[in-house]
């Protein structure tokens, strides 16, 4: 039983467009979600959370939306660039006691 | 300030033979993890410590996986034996603390077990 889902395996979008990433839970108790970034032969890299006291959470072209009723987050990337394609995982976890990550999704952005 | 070391890179063994892998955190970072990534999948946490102590291994296959953290710095995760399942990247993660959410990861070791 996935706690994390991220239902889009791939996406492809046009450089200076705005990429959308999403992400959905379960665990009503996941109260600290954040988005990691991953290239190829590296291990993941943290990018942007956001605690679920907050419905945004902005670090320059990187935005993170949460919708605590919907059970629902999604990463906005604006605008997007070639160096930033790579496979982008929501991971959650419950006051630091339990960190689940979802199955990631591999964006890709054309010149 | 240096990331994450893990070693080796890259592992290939046959079925039933021993495996280690070894990982070095971020210097003064008290909380370490291990996970397995399995293809297309996400990291699955098998053991978190805060300093030299397991503080989570409700996900370790206890009969053939193994950890240590002796001196609450570096780790060591263990495999005997291998089985042809366990082929995968291990990482290794580190954070300041146990209440800190954010964690920082090593590249990995890719494990192929034939």
């Known amino acids: 039983d996935q706690q994390v889902k991220q239902n889009s395996p791939s996406l492809s979008v046009q450089e200076g467009r705005i990429s959308i990433l999403n992400c959905d839970y379960t665990?009503?108790?996941?109260?600290?979600f954040l988005w990691y970034k991953k290239y190829p032969a590296e291990g993941p890299t943290f990018l942007i959370s956001?605690?679920?006291?907050?419905d945004k959470n902005e670090d320059g072209r990187f935005t993170v939306f949460l919708n605590k009723s919907a059970k629902h987050l999604s990463l906005h990337i604006v605008p997007s660039q070639p160096g930033d394609s790579a496979v982008y995982f929501c991971?959650?976890?419950?006051?630091?006691?339990?960190?689940?990550f979802g199955p990631g999704t591999r964006l890709s952005v054309l010149p | 300030e240096a990331g994450v070391v893990q070693s080796p890179r890259y592992k290939i063994i046959e079925k039933k033979q021993p495996v280690a892998f070894w990982c070095n955190p971020i210097s003064g970072h008290n909380t370490l993890y291990w996970y397995r990534q399995n293809l297309g999948q996400g990291p699955e946490l098998l053991i978190r410590?805060?300093?030299?102590?397991?503080?989570?291994d409700s996900q370790l296959p206890k009969d053939r996986f193994s950890a240590e953290r002796l001196k609450g710095v570096d780790s060591t995760l263990k495999i005997q034996p291998a089985e042809l399942g366990d082929s995968a990247v291990y990482l290794c993660a580190s954070s300041p603390t146990l209440d800190t959410d954010t964690q920082y990861f090593g590249p990995g070791t890719r494990l192929t077990v034939l």
């Open positions: 991971a959650a976890s419950d006051y630091g006691q339990n960190f689940v």
């Open positions: 410590y805060e300093n030299e102590e397991a503080v989570d």
């Open positions: 956001i605690s679920s006291i907050k």
């Open positions: 665990n009503s108790m996941f109260d600290y």
